[in-house]
């Protein structure tokens, strides 16, 4: 006799609706069940996994979460899982619009699923993240609190691992591009290529352009030449004030475009080695540590 909780397991593999229902309706308990063999991932993490819209909607209907969001052996929600998915956007979004508190819980591996999209390079999946979240700034903010060297935020993970979309998209919507990490290392300092560090550079240049005109336009004046200031260099260049307020001139970015046809054929770059699970880390200069 077939426990009800792998005939469960299996039927959502098959994506038999019809069949899950009727294994919910005759075993109720079995609707939360961990497969302990396999991460202690439950019914929804599986759904979620493979992004089975219908299925993962009944199981939240039927009581999936009530005591509770679920967690796996690795502490990632639903969520997580959906996020991981390959084109999980819709999943994504039905999760998150169940369960919008659970955006800015950590994984063992301290990684949000805000964090965790901008470490994929899951652009979309960002703005759907961003769009349920209760707290934009927050999430924008929020920083690891485990790893090799915790205090990264999601626009450390998304220039460590060479995401030029999430990037562009972080840093428009406001994420700091100057917050440290305990290592004291600004997600530019993570740049995958000399060619992104010019990219980022220049799109933070852009974002204060857009910063001053609107203050501009609103009536406020701005003052001093702190972090991120601008003034122009003469035709093609600018000058940004660095964290340690020196002026540095630079060539103006190349496209977006540009940038991600000099990736690897996955679309991103590949980490390596400066730590364990981290992808090694360029000088300004663009050497190695």
Same mark, same amino acid.
């Given at each position: ?28 308990? $079995? ?15 599986? !759904? ?29 929600? +639903?969520?997580?899982? !959906?996020?991981?998915?390959?084109? /999980? ?12 508190? $659970? ?11 805000? %964090?965790? !999209?901008?470490? =994929? ?7 759907? =993240? ?8 927050? =999430? ?6 485990? /790893? ?17 979309? *999430?990037?562009?998209? =972080?840093?428009?919507?406001? *994420?700091?591009?100057? $917050?440290?990490?305990? /290592?004291?290392?600004? *997600? ?6 000399? %060619? ?26 701005? @003052?001093?030449? @702190? ?7 003469? +035709? /093609? ?16 970015? +190349?496209?977006l475009k540009g940038i991600l046809a000099a990736q690897p054929a996955s679309g991103r770059a590949t980490p390596s080695g ?16």
């Amino acid at each position: 006799m077939i426990e009800p909780s792998v005939r469960l397991r299996r039927s959502i593999y098959q994506n038999d609706l019809v069949l899950v229902r009727r294994i919910i309706k005759n075993n109720p308990r $079995c609707i939360r069940i961990p497969d302990l063999e396999n991460g202690a991932n439950t019914p929804l993490h599986l !759904a979620a996994s493979l992004g089975l819209i219908e299925i993962a909607a009944f199981l939240v209907e039927a009581g999936h979460e009530d005591e509770g969001i679920s967690r796996n052996s690795d502490k990632e929600t +639903p969520l997580m899982s !959906a996020v991981r998915c390959k084109d /999980g956007e819709d999943m994504v979004r039905l999760m998150a619009g169940f369960f919008p508190r $659970c955006i800015s819980w950590e994984n063992e591996e301290g990684l949000d699923a805000f %964090q965790l !999209a901008a470490k =994929l390079g899951a652009d979309r999946i960002l703005q759907i =993240l961003l769009s349920f979240s209760p707290n934009k700034h927050e =999430l924008l903010s929020h920083t690891s609190t485990k /790893g090799n060297d915790p205090g990264n935020t999601a626009l450390h993970y998304a220039s460590a691992y060479g995401n030029m979309k *999430a990037i562009n998209f =972080l840093a428009t919507s406001g *994420a700091d591009p100057y $917050c440290k990490n305990v /290592g004291g290392y600004t *997600a530019i300092d993570y740049s995958s290529t000399v %060619q992104a560090e010019v990219y980022f550079r220049g799109l933070l240049v852009d974002v204060e352009k857009k910063k001053a005109a609107d203050s501009e336009k609103s009536g406020r004046r701005r @003052g001093g030449s @702190g972090p991120g200031s601008i003034t122009m260099a003469g +035709p /093609g260049s600018v000058k940004l004030v660095d964290e340690a307020g020196d002026m540095m001139t630079m060539a103006r970015s +190349p496209s977006l475009k540009g940038i991600l046809a000099a990736q690897p054929a996955s679309g991103r770059a590949t980490p390596s080695g400066w730590r364990e699970g981290w992808p090694k880390l360029r000088s300004r200069a663009g050497s190695t540590d």
